[in-house]
Each structure stands twice: as C-alpha cells, then as structure tokens.
C-alpha cells in the first residue's frame, strides 16, 4: 500500500489513496486538487524529496466543501468586575478524497 506525505495549505498530511480528510477551506469552485509529493513511502521502500519526490504526483478530488468544524468557546472573565464576554467561533474545512499517488 503506498503511503505519501503532501503539503496543503502550508499543513502537511500522511494520506493513502481512498482516504478522506479536512483541510484548510480551499479557494471556492476547485473540484480538483494536484499536489507534489514531499516523501512516498511504498511497503519496505521509503523515499525522501528534495523537497519533492520527483516524478510523483498525488491527485484528489473535493468531496465537499465548507464543512463545519468543532465550535470553539472563547470566554473573557474578571471577578468582581463585570466583564463576562463570551463568543464562539466554528471553522470552515474543505473534505477531500485521494484518488490516485502515481
């Protein structure tokens, strides 16, 4: 089973292929994604880029976008004073599926 290391949206990420995953919310209307390969690790044999592996190319394909992350509270409290301010914050990913590391 070949495994690859790819960078996408300045995060890196272990994928294989039919693999979903969240990134970072991609530009809107992208179907498609390319991306180099930084390290292949394929059974025994593990190679290393320099940055990239040349020749390698990890293809995916948007399943869907805006999807909605964990929301977050963020609370800003001092006793005795009355300051309670509270407000939350929720963050868009894209999902996407690895089709082929080729």
């Known amino acids: 089973m070949k495994k690859a290391v790819i960078l996408v ?3 890196q990420y272990l994928v294989e292929e039919k693999e979903t ?12 994604l390319e991306t180099d390969a930084l390290l292949v690790i394929d059974g025994d044999k593990t190679t290393v880029g320099t940055p990239t592996v040349k ?6 394909k948007v399943v869907e976008e ?13 006793s005795k004073k009355r300051v309670h301010t509270e407000t939350g914050h ?13």
């Open 55 to 60: 020749g390698v190319k990890v293809s995916a």
């Open 66 to 78: 805006k999807v909605a992350g964990d929301k977050v509270r963020v609370i800003r409290y001092h």
């Open 90 to 102: 929720r963050q868009k990913y894209s999902e996407i599926e690895i089709t082929k590391i080729a």
């Open 21 to 32: 995953l969240r990134v970072d919310l991609l530009p809107a209307g992208t179907k498609e």
């Open 9 to 11: 949206g300045g995060k």
